[in-house]
């Protein structure tokens, strides 16, 4: 079992993978297509903080926490199938240092308003052309309970 500081340094490495990874792979599930196997795509990791400079304050403010946040069509297959099943699974890797961290959760809808404006970004009129009120733009936050990975001589597993 895993002591208050070793979660506290676990934690402390997840979230530097996630302020450093480029992108991220997102895994959901839909039950009634391809017999219940996962969907994965790669997305854009908000929390990097070379890539998404202007949102590093707003994970900051966060502290400790994991929660990932995603931007995607609400038309998209991958909202479809979160509102049949809201579990799924992030994955954030630096392979090229035997670093890999796996977060599991809930994925829920972020409607504030206020909130897609803080994280809205330019040149993604391109994919929600009527800006950050765009009907098709969701944004999703997963709250993660397990994270699971790799960090260069070990793994690792805790529950949050």
């Given at each position: 079992?895993?002591?208050?500081?070793?979660?506290?340094?676990?934690?402390?490495?997840?979230?530097?993978?996630?302020?450093?990874?480029?992108?991220?792979?997102?895994?959901?599930?839909?039950?009634?297509v391809?017999?219940?196997?996962?969907?994965?795509?790669?997305?854009?990791?908000?929390?990097?903080?070379?890539?998404?400079?202007?949102?590093?304050?707003l994970?900051?403010?966060?502290?400790?926490?994991?929660?990932?946040?995603?931007?995607?069509?609400?038309?998209?297959?991958?909202?479809?199938?979160?509102?049949?099943?809201?579990?799924?699974?992030?994955y954030?890797?630096?392979?090229?240092?035997?670093?890999?961290?796996?977060l599991?959760?809930?994925?829920?809808?972020?409607?504030?308003a206020?909130?897609?404006?803080?994280?809205?970004?330019?040149?993604?009129?391109?994919?929600?052309?009527?800006?950050?009120?765009?009907?098709?733009?969701?944004?999703?936050?997963?709250?993660?309970?397990?994270?699971?990975?790799?960090?260069?001589?070990?793994?690792?597993?805790?529950?949050?």
């Amino acid at each position: 079992m895993a002591t208050v500081a070793d979660v506290r340094e676990i934690k402390r490495r997840c979230l530097e993978l996630m302020e450093t990874a480029a992108d991220l792979y997102f895994a959901t599930v839909d039950s009634t297509v391809d017999n219940g196997f996962p969907f994965i795509r790669c997305m854009f990791n908000w929390r990097c903080a070379s890539r998404f400079p202007s949102l590093v304050p707003l994970f900051r403010g966060h502290g400790e926490d994991l929660l990932v946040y995603l931007g995607a069509n609400t038309s998209s297959v991958k909202v479809r199938q979160l509102r049949g099943n809201g579990r799924a699974a992030v994955y954030y890797c630096q392979p090229e240092r035997f670093r890999g961290l796996l977060l599991q959760g809930v994925v829920e809808s972020v409607d504030d308003a206020a909130f897609k404006k803080t994280v809205w970004q330019p040149g993604w009129e391109m994919y929600y052309p009527q800006g950050p009120a765009d009907p098709d733009f969701a944004v999703l936050r997963l709250v993660p309970v397990r994270a699971r990975g790799w960090w260069e001589g070990g793994p690792f597993d805790i529950t949050i």
